[in-house]
T-cell receptor, first 116, second 113 residues
Framework: DTEVTQTPKHLVMGMTNKKSLKCEQH?????MYWYKQKAKKPPELMFV???????INESVPSRFSPECPNSSLLNLHLHALQPEDSALYLC???????????????FGDGTRLSIL | QQQVKQSPQSLIVQKGGISIINCAYE??????FPWYQQFPGKGPALLIA?????SEKKEGRFTISFNKSAKQFSLHIMDSQPGDSATYFC????????????FGTGTRLLVSP
């Protein structure tokens, strides 16, 4: 089991629905990430939160809206998605830099999203 | 310059053999090089990682070799087992307070019994 917990594991939604993905970690990490992964492809970075502030938005369409309510939680709000948005959505977390050195990034098992 | 090139795309190795996956990068500002293992239906799991001040790192059957001058690094899996069958991603990282990973394209490893 991973230390980054994502819910739900599977989600099927219509193009007019509004849903949210949730991610939780209790490792004290202050950086949290959302990735999108298509089949047989590497994860693609979507958003980065550092100390609960949005630090990176990789030009993601506004139908994806991230939220970081506190240092342990990360949400991804979904609205009016397109069929091409069907993918595995991964959450990850990492410590902040330690003595100027990057720290490992830990992934959850993702939410498998299908858009009808 | 932000790319990480990974090869081969797929690999079949007999049980007990050595699996070797190679990656190359251009950006000399990368300062952290992790390898991730991903099983179907699961998220990527950190396998082993290296920093550019070290030329080799070994953890159990897994070894990273790092060649800074050639801007290349590789993963060696010794005594490969069927349970090692998975997709492997190399990555390189830039970061200032958080980590922006650039992933390779992935290698699907199949270890035959």
């Amino acid at each position: 089991d991973t230390e980054v917990t994502q819910t739900p594991k599977h989600l099927v939604m219509g193009m007019t629905n509004k849903k949210s993905l949730k991610c939780e970690q209790h490792m004290g990490h202050r950086a949290m990430y959302w990735y999108k992964q298509k089949a047989k492809k590497p994860p693609e970075l979507m958003f980065v939160y550092s100390y609960e502030k949005l630090s990176i938005n990789e030009s993601v369409p506004s139908r994806f809206s991230p939220e970081c309510p506190n240092s342990s939680l990360l949400n991804l709000h979904l609205h009016a998605l397109q069929p091409e948005d069907s993918a595995l959505y991964l959450c990850a977390s990492s410590q902040a830099m330690d003595r100027g050195r990057n720290q490992p990034q830990h992934f959850g098992d993702g939410t498998r999203l299908s858009i009808l | 310059q932000q790319q990480v090139k990974q090869s081969p795309q797929s690999l079949i190795v007999q049980k007990g053999g050595i699996s070797i996956i190679n990656c190359a990068y251009e950006n000399t500002a990368f300062d952290y090089f992790p390898w991730y293992q991903q099983f179907p239906g699961k998220g990527p799991a950190l396998l082993i990682a290296i920093r550019p001040d070290v030329s080799e790192k070994k953890e159990g059957r897994f070894t990273i070799s790092f060649n800074k001058s050639a801007k290349q690094f590789s993963l060696h899996i010794m005594d490969s087992q069927p349970g090692d069958s998975a997709t492997y991603f190399c990555a390189a990282s830039l970061g200032t307070g958080f980590q922006k990973l650039v992933f390779g394209t992935g290698t699907r490893l199949l270890v035959s019994p």
